[in-house]
């Protein structure tokens, strides 16, 4: 299935999973679907495996954690976060790093102040390699941290090799 990206998300300085200057960092990507999900690409590094040639548990929980957080930000503005009261995931297979990583995360119901969320990995043939869950209260970042958006660099930023749309 092709989906038409619609927006990109901002990215920051030194954020784990978005900071495009932490060099431990996973430099990731968040694209905005036209079916309202939200996708993360990301490659990951030999510093992020476990098991030799394979992406450790911990980080694999952290992308699909934040990817699902972020879905909140396409119904919202930038400045909406989903803050994470409870997180689940099912490793179903193991994720390589040796190739581009696609995270898909969604909204699946909505209260006035949470909402809960899902998401999988998704190996490079479209196989699904975890599935993740959780509930998530919606927050200002200026409420969950002293957030400089100057300083701290949150903005979108235009990289050569954005894609247009995504093949599912």
């Not at 990301?42 to 980080?59: D, S």
């Not at 990817?67 to 997180?87: E, K, P, Q």
């Amino acid at each position: 299935m092709r989906l038409n990206i619609t927006k990109k998300q901002p990215n920051s300085r030194m954020c784990f999973v978005c900071g495009l200057n932490n060099g431990f960092g996973l430099k990731s990507r968040f694209f905005e679907l036209e079916d309202e999900r939200l996708i993360a690409l990301f490659r990951p590094a030999q510093e992020h495996q476990g098991y030799p040639g394979r992406l450790h548990g911990g980080i694999a929980a952290t992308i699909l954690d934040e990817t699902i957080g972020r879905a909140i930000m396409l119904r919202y503005s930038d400045n909406i976060w989903g803050v994470t009261v409870d997180f689940s995931m099912k490793l179903r297979k193991p994720v390589p790093i040796d190739e581009e990583i696609r995270v898909l995360g969604r909204i699946v119901s909505e209260g006035k102040r949470s909402f809960q969320g899902e998401g999988e990995i998704l190996l490079a043939d479209g196989t699904v390699a975890v599935e993740g869950k959780g509930t998530y209260l919606k927050m200002d970042i200026d409420k969950i941290a002293d957030f400089d958006h100057q300083g701290e660099d949150w903005r979108v930023i235009s990289l050569h090799d954005d894609p247009s749309f995504i093949i599912i």
